[in-house]
Each structure stands twice: as structure tokens, then as C-alpha cells.
């Protein structure tokens, strides 16, 4: 098999990438001084740079590479796919085998009635679908002023003008305009950061009530839905406590709100299900999908959507749709996906072998003085770094200073893990082997070492007052 390798020397990429090439989520000066790294290859759990090195990748890229990387079968199903029909779409009285088959595929493995999809190109356009189905959904009933959605504070949704508004991230909210009207955000459950004096299970049951107040704030007959991760992802992988979800439950069904679930990150196996739905114990009435769908290898996302809302929806014309909705490359892609995932029963790897073997490895990073608390479900897990562990306290130094001292370390030690303010995060491939983790778990309690030495050295293990 051929492989691309004649590339240009890295630094000469470095300065064409600083040149041309705007990133995302990225301060494109300060990283055009420093030089991206360049990933040109990439084979299970390993990423390989231009310059030859190994880099284990915690973060499956954006927590999405769920069978790992440099699966042929996907290459070549794509590959089969653009031959025999490279796009179609589904607008006007049309459909397609991979389309067809892919909805049924996912209607399958959903649990409870949620059995039709609506396809979007990934997890933003997905939300974008949910703001307005949901709203249309009412509309339709009669009810055109229950409009209001009410999400989290630091919950991520996407970063079309749309979902960034659903999600609660306030540095996304300061640029462009956002939120757009009726969204409503209420306090997320991090017992960690924001629990205070309350216990965690106080804590998670007052969170959920906020939801609760909110609607009882804002008027029944103008709530629409509330939106959710299972398990927050981009803030932080933050873990609710037990006593949250049962109580959102239970105010969604008193109140006939729509539940989402947001399962772009959680979807797929990433917590040793399926769907973080049922790890949590939550019936949404639509879920959000993308990033392990196809385990990243092709653009694809969507909407979950339960028989009662199709079924309003249906009633009239949706005016709504991507062009690349259900692109049949990418569903192809998706559908050999999932397949891959249920013959090698790779949920169950994650729910028995990766993820308690996992489960036992982070916790145990308790032990270093740099980790406050240490938190997983299934394959994605965090850690709070804090100099004072009994004061559950924060850094003096500003918010995300200590994160990205450990980052860099990891960076150096050839392993992704992200950073997200002083919080330490990994969402690996659900490939991982007990061996994969025993390498990780080395990487990571070296890299932490190393950031801690930093920390003295730089005089930075001095909790705010
Ligand atoms: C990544 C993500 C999204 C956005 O998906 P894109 O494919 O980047 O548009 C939405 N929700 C959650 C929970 C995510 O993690």
C-alpha cells in the first residue's frame, strides 16, 4: 500500500500553514511565532508528526476517532461510494441506499421511539436543526410562543450562531452577537468548581431545580425544551452528580418540556453505552449525534428525533435542510462505522475491559499533589488540578495559566491531553488496550510531574485568596 510521505520540511509547512491557513478556537499571531505541529499520518491510538514522531492521542482529535485510526475497511467503503454515486440529495422527493440505510441503522440502535433521523454535516448544524424543530414542533401544536430553550453555562453546542448560543460559553457568546433571542441558561453541575460548602449530591439535586425555577420564571406556556450533554464534554468533562439527572427527568415530564440530549460526544460508546442517555438514566425525545458516527473518518451528523415529534413535524413543510444532509460518502462511511463497532463489540470493550481497567488507573492519579479530584465515565474522564486539595482550592495565577503549564508538558512527552481552564481532560479511542493504558497513565503521571516542578519553579502553587 502507498503512503504519502514526500512532504515539505516542517518549518517551511509551518510558515505556508501561518501564512494562509486561519484555525479554529486559535490566537492565529501568537501560534504563526510558535509553528502548528503538522500530523501526517496516523494508525490506532498513534499519531505520527513530519517529524517522525509518536504522539499517543488522548483526545481520539476531537473526542471522535472511537475505532482509532488507519481503518482500511472505512477507505474503502468510501472510496466504493464515490464511485457508484459520489452525492445525491434528499430535498426533493429523492433518497439514497446509504441514507436509507443509515437512518434505519441508527433508528435501531436508539433506544425507546426515537426512531427517525434528520441528517446535518456534523454536531452545530445538528443543534441549528434542533432549535428550530423543536420550535416548529410547538408551532405546529398551536403553541407558537413556547419558544424558549433552556440550556447550561459552560455547556458546549456547537459554534454556529445557533448552537453557540444554546451552548453556555461565555468567550463565545462576547464575539458575533450571541446568544440569538429566548435562550436561557442556568448553573451547570460542577460540584468541584462552583459546589461550595453543599454536598455533591445537594449540589446536583439544587442544579436541577434551577431548571425547575426557570421554567416557573419564564411562564410554562414559553418554555419550549432544555438541552443537555450527558456528560459535559468541552467545559471540562464535568460529571454530574447522581441526583441530578433523575430530578431533570422528572421537571421535563411535569412540565411537558422537550428533552435533548446532546450526544455528540457521548454517543457511540464513549461511556459504556451506546448513548450517554442511558448511562445517565435519561428518555430524551431528540438526541444530538456527530463525531463518533463515523468515528470522524467522514463529516456526518444529526438529529435523533422520538415518534411524537416526527409525527408533528410531519404535518407540514419543514423549511430546512443541508445540502450535505445525508451525503451518501459520508453516510457509507458511518454505516461501516457502526458496523465495526457492534461486531467487535467495542461498547463492550469500554463497559468491561477499557474502561474499569481505566476507571482504576485515573483514579489513582488522586495520589499526585498536583489532582484535586479525578473523574470518568467510560472513556472520557478529567482531572482538577488545585494547590490545596482538602480547600477544593484554585490557582492565584489566572484561570487556564496552570492548565496550560501541564498541556505543554504533555505536548513534550508526545501525548494529547487538552487543558480546559485547570482542568486536565481525555477522551482516547475506545480501542485502547489495559497495555494502551498502562502507556498513557505513564505519559500523563510524567507530564504531571514535570508541570508540577514547573509550578515551583515558577512560583505558581499559590492558591487564590
Ligand atoms: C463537538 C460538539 C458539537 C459540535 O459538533 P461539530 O461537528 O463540531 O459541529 C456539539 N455538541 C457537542 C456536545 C460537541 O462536543
Redesign the pocket.
Known amino acids: 500500500m502507498s503512503t504519502i510521505t514526500n512532504h515539505l520540511p516542517t518549518a517551511e509547512l509551518q510558515a505556508l500553514d501561518a501564512a494562509h491557513h486561519m484555525h479554529p478556537f486559535t490566537a492565529n499571531d501568537e501560534l504563526a511565532k510558535k509553528g502548528a505541529r503538522v500530523i501526517t499520518r496516523a494508525s490506532g491510538i498513534y499519531l505520527t508528526d513530519s517529524e517522525g514522531e509518536e504522539i499517543l492521542d488522548a483526545m481520539a482529535g ?3 476517532v472511537n475505532i482509532g485510526y488507519g481503518r482500511d475497511e472505512l477507505a474503502d467503503v468510501a472510496a466504493r461510494q464515490m464511485r457508484e454515486l459520489p452525492y445525491y440529495n434528499s430535498f426533493f422527493m429523492t433518497t439514497h441506499v446509504p441514507a436509507i440505510a443509515l437512518a434505519n441503522k441508527i433508528a435501531e440502535l436508539a433506544p425507546g421511539d426515537l426512531n427517525h433521523v434528520f441528517f ?8 441549528d436543526t434542533n432549535i428550530r424543530m423543536v420550535r416548529t414542533y410547538w408551532a405546529n401544536k398551536g403553541k407558537p410562543e413556547k419558544s424558549v430553550i433552556i440550556s447550561r453555562k459552560n ?6 450562531v445557533g ?1 453557540g448560543s444554546l ?1 453556555g460559553m461565555a468567550p463565545m457568546h462576547a464575539q458575533g452577537g450571541l446568544p440569538i433571542p429566548d435562550i436561557h441558561h442556568i448553573s451547570q453541575p460542577n460540584w468541584w468548581a462552583e459546589g461550595g460548602d453543599a454536598t455533591p449530591e445537594a449540589f446536583g439535586l439544587a442544579c436541577a431545580q434551577e431548571l425547575e425555577e426557570a421554567i416557573l420564571e419564564l411562564g410554562e406556556d414559553r418554555v419550549a425544551a432544555f438541552i443537555a ?1 450527558p456528560v ?3 467545559g471540562g468533562v464535568i460529571v454530574a452528580p447522581d441526583t441530578y439527572w433523575p430530578e431533570i427527568q422528572r421537571i421535563c415530564d411535569k412540565y411537558e418540556i422537550l428533552l435533548i440530549a ?5 454517543g457511540f460508546g464513549r461511556t459504556g453505552n451506546w448513548f450517554g442517555s442511558q448511562t445517565v438514566g435519561i428518555q430524551p425525545h431528540i438526541m ?1 449525534i ?2 463518533g458516527l463515523s468515528s470522524g473518518y467522514a ?1 456526518i ?1 444529526g438529529s435523533i428525533v422520538c415518534d411524537e415529534v416526527a409525527a408533528v413535524i410531519g404535518q407540514d413543510e419543514f423549511n430546512h435542510g443541508y445540502t450535505y444532509s445525508g451525503h451518501p460518502v459520508a453516510a457509507a462511511v458511518a454505516l461501516e462505522n457502526l458496523r465495526i463497532i457492534e461486531e467487535e463489540d467495542i461498547v463492550g470493550h469500554v463497559q468491561q475491559v477499557a474502561g474499569p481497567y481505566l476507571k482504576e488507573k485515573w483514579e489513582g492519579l488522586m495520589d499526585h499533589p498536583l489532582v484535586g479530584e479525578a473523574k470518568i465515565v467510560g472513556m472520557m474522564a478529567s482531572i482538577a488540578l488545585t494547590p490545596d486539595k482538602a480547600s477544593r482550592a484554585k490557582f492565584a495565577s489566572a484561570p487556564g495559566t496552570v492548565g496550560y503549564v501541564c498541556r505543554d508538558r504533555c505536548f513534550g512527552n508526545n501525548l494529547i491531553m487538552r487543558h480546559v481552564g485547570d482542568r486536565m481532560i481525555i477522551s482516547p479511542p475506545l480501542i485502547l488496550s489495559p497495555a494502551d493504558i498502562d502507556e498513557m497513565i505513564r505519559r500523563i503521571r510524567k507530564s504531571l510531574d514535570e508541570a508540577h516542578q514547573d509550578l515551583i519553579d515558577k512560583d505558581l502553587m499559590k492558591a487564590a485568596s
Not at 446535518?120 to 443543534?127: P, V
Not at 455547556?155 to 454556529?160: K, N, Q, R, V
Not at 446532546?262 to 457521548?266: N, W, Y
Open positions: 476531537l473526542w471522535c446535518a454535516g456534523g454536531g452545530s448544524e445538528a443543534n455547556a458546549y453546542h456547537g459554534s454556529t448552537s451552548g450533554e459535559q464534554g468541552a446532546d450526544e455528540v460526544i457521548c444530538t456527530a463525531k463529516p451528523g
